[in-house]
Antibody, heavy 120, light 110 residues
């Protein structure tokens, strides 16, 4: 059964870089049928799409975050990662990784999410 | 990119039907049949309920249905049950090859 698990620091200082990894088990990030994405949710607020990556390395980013975001994939480790630089308190959120079927633009499997707090 | 517009809250009694709207533009909802709906219970990850406007993933109750007219998509829940109480989010593909979510709707089962 497919599982996605986010990992990374739960506390990041302002102006530093937030780094998270999503480990995929029960499936392959190299599958040609799926894309892989990051979505975040500030406490008490709605969902925000961050970006999506294909196994080939093709990426798609939210325009509002594009200048600060990098999503990468490591097929040898069956993982994909998120880096968000120059963070501020506004980047405090639960960060979810998820799978997107290639023929739709919906996320059908999600990780449990991880809370990242930006604070000194 | 601006978020899609959803009502902040809707409510209904058990057994009733409710509809949640999701309004966008011709650059997102109106331009593509790639509207999705997610249900999120407190403290949990979102769950896909509808994809490509009106398709249900395997395992999702047929009490949930989706539709679209022009720039507005809708999620209808029939035979409302207590466990349906949750937050609901729509999302759409956009002409910029990005995704955008709605602001979310809190469903209360009275």
């Amino acid at each position: 059964q497919l599982q996605l698990q986010e990992s990374g620091p739960g506390l990041v200082k302002p102006s530093e870089t937030l780094s998270l990894t999503c480990t995929v088990s029960g499936g392959s990030v190299s599958s040609t049928s799926y894309y892989w994405g990051w979505i975040r949710q500030p406490p008490g607020k709605g969902l925000e799409w961050i970006g999506t990556i294909y196994y080939s390395g093709s990426t798609y980013y939210n325009p509002s975050l594009k200048s600060r975001v990098t999503i990468s994939v490591d097929t040898s480790k069956n993982q994909f990662s998120l880096k968000l630089n120059s963070v501020t308190a506004a980047d405090t959120a639960v960060y979810f990784c998820a799978r997107r079927y290639s023929s739709s633009f919906s996320f059908d499997f999600w990780g449990q999410g991880t809370l990242v707090t930006v604070s000194s | 990119q601006s978020a899609l517009t959803q009502p902040a809250s809707v409510s209904g009694s058990p057994g009733q039907s409710i509809t949640i709207s999701c309004t966008g533009t011709s650059s997102n909802v109106g331009g593509f049949n790639y509207v999705s709906w997610y249900q999120q219970h407190p403290g949990r990850a979102p769950k896909l309920m509808i994809y490509n406007v009106d398709n249900r993933p395997s395992g999702v109750s047929n009490r949930f249905s989706g539709s679209k007219s022009g720039n507005t998509a809708s999620l209808t829940i029939s035979g409302l049950q207590a466990e349906d109480e949750a937050d609901f989010y729509c999302s759409s593909y956009t002409s910029s090859a990005t995704l955008v979510f709605g602001g979310g709707t809190k469903l209360t089962v009275l």
